[in-house]
């Protein structure tokens, strides 16, 4: 029987029975009755079965057994309403590209996201499928931080459509938008919830001459070199490194101006804390010269614990500067002249210190049998 006797007895039949018509472009709902290894039979709700072949099937050009099962349902495109065998010529993939296009076009006037196969490293990005529709993402779109081209390929992406030209086949996405808002959502928790005087763990994300940056966890803030560590610190690196992970306690907070000054030394360990009931007024302490500035120099006594030396207290020899006489580095004696635990000051002198010190060894030369508390009963501890 030739094709047109076929047709003939299709349009014959229909006509018989009432049953409405097909036409070549229609998308139907089919159901899968048989598959092999070459087509699949397809229910269409029509008079007549649908068949569609492999190469109608699938974009991978897979065995059509390893694509779908009895009793799969989906959406079918009408090649024909007759292949001249008494089956309705069908394309799964054609189907496809109509649904995936008016999906893509939902998704970009939405904002919605949708997920994305990436297939290949190009120059400058990645080239993605929709299903069967190519998806560029530029190289500066796969993420918020630097990502690698290479390290996405044959991976699923969930992006955001940010170009969409179907006519021009130009449709184009971006992941790092989705975690940009991602972050901008998480920062504003984390703005709102992070409050003076909490611990933090952090990582150091920058050093700078002036303090380190600490990212602890959305919001980045300023551990200034000062508040790195009790002591006095010369270089930002000798105390932390980039990516470090750090224990901070929040500082000040300025949520209006998103600025955060955070505290790497232990609030706990202050050196006037810990050390201050210990200091008192007349007692001749060892310390190592750490500051010489015009008008004296600054004396560490106990760890993170300075005091000045006036000039004056220096020596009683006529000197125009500190360094005249001292360097930075150099151990010393000094005297106690004064101590102020509440503004954390201490007031030192170097020639007391000296003189006692003379005092002692004079009486020591020559005042056998003394005790010290005779020989310092005259003297201020």
Do not use: C
């Not at 018509?21 to 709700?45: C, P, Q, S, W």
Request: glycine share 8%; aromatic share 6%; hydrophobic share 40%.
């Amino acid at each position: 029987m030739t094709n047109e006797t076929n047709m003939n007895s299709m349009s014959e039949f229909l006509n018989d029975y009432d049953v409405k018509r097909i036409r070549e472009g229609e998308i139907l709902d089919g159901k899968v009755i048989e598959v092999n290894d070459k087509e699949v039979i397809v229910n269409i709700n029509y008079a007549f079965d649908g068949v569609i072949s492999k190469e109608e099937l699938t974009y991978e050009g897979k065995s059509p057994e390893e694509v779908v099962k009895k009793g799969d349902e989906f959406k079918v495109y009408v090649l024909s309403p007759n292949d001249g065998e008494g089956y309705v010529l069908l394309s799964r993939v054609k189907a496809l590209a109509v649904t995936e296009r008016e999906e893509l076009k939902k998704a970009f006037k939405s904002g919605e996201l949708i997920s994305v196969n990436v297939k290949e490293a190009v120059k400058g990005g990645v080239v993605a499928y929709y299903g069967g529709v190519r998806i560029f993402i530029p190289g500066s779109q796969l993420g918020r931080g630097r990502v690698e081209s290479s390290d996405v390929v044959g991976k699923t992406l969930e992006v955001k459509l940010i170009e969409l030209d179907l006519r021009n086949r130009k449709v184009v996405a971006s992941r790092r938008v989705i975690e940009e808002e991602q972050y901008q959502i998480e920062k504003k928790r984390m703005w709102a919830s992070v409050n003076e005087g909490e611990k933090r763990t952090g990582v150091v994300t920058k050093i700078a001459k002036f303090g380190a940056f600490v990212d602890i966890g959305g919001v980045q803030g300023l551990v200034h070199i000062n508040d790195l560590a009790w002591g006095r610190v010369k270089r930002v690196e000798d105390v932390v490194k980039v990516g470090d992970q750090v224990e901070v306690f929040v500082g000040e907070v300025d949520r209006e101006k998103e600025r955060l000054a955070l505290v790497l030394k232990d609030v706990n360990s202050e050196p006037w804390k810990v050390h201050g009931s210990s200091i008192k007024d007349g007692a001749v302490m060892e310390g190592k010269v750490v500051r010489l500035t015009n008008f004296g120099a600054f004396v560490e006594v106990l760890p993170g614990v300075e005091g000045l030396v006036h000039i004056t207290e220096i020596t009683d020899e006529n000197i125009a500067k500190a360094s005249d006489v001292l360097t930075v580095g150099q151990n010393v004696k000094v005297k106690v002249l004064s101590v102020n635990k509440e503004d954390k000051k201490l007031s030192l002198s170097i020639k007391e210190a000296v003189e006692r010190n003379k005092e002692y060894m004079k009486y020591n030369d020559s005042d056998e049998g003394l005790s010290l508390g005779d020989l310092f009963k005259d003297l201020k501890f």
